[in-house]
C-alpha cells in the first residue's frame, strides 16, 4: 500500500503577516489611550493648581484676608474645625493655618472637595496653601524671590506636568516667573519626579 505524503501544517506568511497587523493594531491603541489618560490627568492638574490659586485670590477679595489666615473663620465660615482661628497677619505661616486653607475654601463654597482632606489630585498629587519662607526650607527651592508672600505648593508632579503647568500659568521657565520648582527639568520627562513645587499667590 502507498502512504499519503504527510504534509507540514504551518502558517502562510499572509498569516503571519495579518497576526502581526492585528498585534500591532492593538498595541498602538493601548498606547494612544495611555496617552490620552495622561493628556487628560495633567489637564486636571493645572485646572486644579488654577483653581486653587483663583479661589484664593476670590476669598482674600471677600474676606480681606487669606485662606487659614481669617482671624474671624469660624463665624464667617460655617462648619470649620474649630481650629481653623488664622492670626491674620497676611501670611500662611503656620501648620494650623495651612491646614486649615483648603478646609476655609471648600466650606466657604469657592473650591469642591473633602473638607476634612488636603486637596488631592489622582491619588498623589497634593495642593496646598503655605508661605515662600517654609516653601524655601524645601530642597530645590532656596532661591525663591525675598518679595513672595503665599504660593501654592504641588506635590509629587513629573517634569512633563510641571513644564504644561509653568506654560499653562507663567512663563514656561522653572526657574523663574511666578511658577518655580527646585529640579532640573530640561525636557518633557515624566521618569523625572517633582517633589515640589510653588505657585505664587503674592
Not at 136 to 147: F, Q, R
Not at 154 to 164: K, R
Request: with cysteine; net charge neutral; proline share 3%.
Amino acid at each position: 500500500m502507498r502512504r499519503k505524503p504527510s504534509r507540514h501544517l504551518g502558517f502562510s506568511l499572509i498569516e503571519i503577516s495579518i497576526v502581526l497587523i492585528i498585534i500591532g493594531l492593538i498595541m498602538a491603541g493601548v498606547l494612544n489611550a495611555r496617552s490620552v489618560i495622561r493628556n487628560a490627568q495633567t489637564k486636571d492638574v493645572i485646572k486644579g493648581v488654577s483653581d486653587i490659586a483663583t479661589a484664593s485670590q476670590q476669598f482674600h477679595d471677600r474676606y480681606g484676608a487669606w485662606p487659614g489666615d481669617l482671624t474671624t473663620a469660624l463665624a464667617s465660615i460655617p462648619g470649620l474645625a474649630a481650629t481653623c482661628i488664622g492670626n491674620g497677619n497676611g501670611v500662611i505661616d503656620t501648620g494650623a493655618e495651612s491646614a486649615c486653607a483648603s478646609e476655609e475654601l471648600i466650606r466657604a463654597s469657592m473650591l469642591h472637595g473633602d473638607a476634612a482632606t488636603p486637596i488631592t489630585l489622582h491619588g498623589s498629587v497634593i495642593l496646598t496653601l503655605t508661605n515662600r519662607a517654609f516653601s524655601a526650607s524645601l530642597p530645590g527651592l532656596a532661591t525663591l524671590p525675598a518679595n513672595w508672600v503665599n504660593v501654592v505648593r504641588i506635590q509629587n508632579i513629573d517634569c512633563d506636568v510641571a513644564l504644561q503647568l509653568d506654560r499653562a500659568t507663567d512663563d514656561g521657565n522653572a526657574a523663574s516667573g511666578n511658577f518655580r520648582t527646585g529640579t532640573a527639568c530640561v525636557g518633557q520627562d515624566e521618569n523625572i519626579a517633582v517633589v515640589n513645587a510653588v505657585l505664587r499667590l503674592n
